[in-house]
């Protein structure tokens, strides 16, 4: 697989940073990641507004403009001869100095990796509920430290993924929004202190135009409530939740309004 | 300069790693920092605990033993003839397969920098408080995105460093423990969520016997009726703060309590 670091295409294998950078003296950086269909980036636009957005939220140069990234993006895409695929953009604070302080130039790897996505319309999760504020919420920093030291604690309950609360406010799973279907089969999703996803942005609009879809303040007693639930993301579109902290939600199957929005989403996306 | 990266001992130039670490995927690892005096590493085993404390909370498999990892210090301080330093042994998430679950190698990189005690005893600084509690306390992990992304707004208020606190309850410097000296003459230091520095625990040994010093909860208010305070750390030993939010403590210099611990810590660590 060729990867581009910085201004050099070159295959993954060869492909480093030095220990200077300032993600791996302190963790410093932000990326993005959309998938790509037929060769065809999906949302591009979206996923290059955020990229730049977490690149400024987080006061990091960018050295390259829009369309040059755009540009390398499809010079990747085109010589990995792989038109299903998750593109990854990372730029890092760059050859610190000092090792504290964001350099002049940061680093910039744009990734390819071979990803189908897999429409199995049956599919569904179990979350668990963790009591957990991301910090920058609305950059797509680097920062899964939480995530990631999760995963054992997640593997041992049989659970699939995490939702995050802040003392009880609902925010989001560390790669995905939360969305819920009330008892009168209204569409909610958390509104602040949450990274707002690309999916998320499409399912509020096109979901608009079938069901009464709201972003609102959410509390974790909701969950009680709910008759639904699904997560979106760019690898997973839209997934049904059937299980949160053991408790079972439309009797364990994907409910109907999840489902119609799936296949909503599905012809919105595959045409 | 020459620095370790698992099992090889490079020049610092040739130093990399590859991008699928999981530092620079996720932020993901932990380090530890020392000082040495004439060849000799201050507070070694101190150092080592933390590093394997961390690196055990953080769920991450050191390959190396204790033994192993002193003698590749020693190495390196042998080879950079650089008596006068700073060590910093740096462990990463690994090459992680799926760029998200922590690799079952995980990467080791020790380094060295060049780095002179500066006993200069009249210098002295000023703190800008900020809300805000480290993630995995005590930990001594990457994630320092918060203190890189103040570090325009120090410069803005002419400040030197962060305290942070978390909603009133005082915690600590990025890079640094923080003590203030009361009305009694007591010595006090935060207790809980933080990161328990090595020159801290030092300062709590020595500093009992001529003074009365105690780890206890502090809170914002704690800090008008501060008399002295100063921040510890490896890098700064003891360091007066005479300017807490832009008002002046002991007339705006190094008060007495915090100049004759700075002696005894300088006796300490330099005989």
Same mark, same amino acid.
């Given at each position: ?127 668990? $509920?963790? +009591?957990?504020? @991301?910090?920058?919420?609305? =950059? ?5 430290? &939480?995530? /990631? ?69 959410? $509390?974790? +007693?909701?969950? @009680?409530?709910?008759?639904? =639930? ?5 690898? &997973?579109? /839209? ?33």
């Amino acid at each position: 697989m060729y990867v581009f670091v910085n201004d050099s295409i070159i295959s993954e294998e060869e492909a480093t940073l030095k220990i200077t950078d300032l993600a791996i003296q302190r963790g410093y950086g932000i990326f993005d990641f959309l998938k790509t269909v037929a060769g065809k980036p999906i949302f591009l636009e979206d996923h290059l507004d955020r990229f730049f957005s977490s690149a400024e939220q987080m006061r990091l140069p960018v050295k390259q403009s829009r369309s040059k990234l755009t540009e390398r993006m499809f010079e990747l895409i085109d010589k990995n001869k792989l038109p299903e695929s998750g593109v990854r953009i990372t730029l890092t604070g760059g050859y610190s100095p000092d090792g504290f302080n964001i350099a002049s130039d940061s680093n910039i790897i744009i990734t390819q990796q071979d990803f189908v996505f897999d429409r199995d319309f049956s599919k569904s999760i179990g979350l668990m $509920t963790y +009591d957990y504020q @991301r910090q920058f919420a609305s =950059a797509k920093t680097l920062d899964y430290l &939480k995530a /990631i030291w999760l995963q054992p604690v997640l593997k041992e309950r049989g659970d699939d993924d995490i939702l995050y609360h802040d003392n009880g406010m609902l925010r989001e799973c560390p790669r995905a929004n939360f969305f819920l279907v009330n008892e009168k089969e209204e569409i909610l999703t958390s509104r602040s202190n949450i990274l707002k996803g690309v999916t998320r942005k499409h399912i509020l609009e096109f979901g608009s135009q079938n069901f009464k879809i709201y972003e609102r303040e959410l $509390t974790i +007693d909701d969950l @009680r409530h709910a008759k639904e =639930a699904f997560i979106s993301s760019t690898t &997973k579109n /839209i997934l049904p939740v059937t299980k949160i902290d053991g408790r079972m939600l439309s009797d364990g199957k994907p409910g109907p309004v999840t489902l119609s929005l799936m296949m909503e989403f599905d012809r919105y996306v595959y045409g």
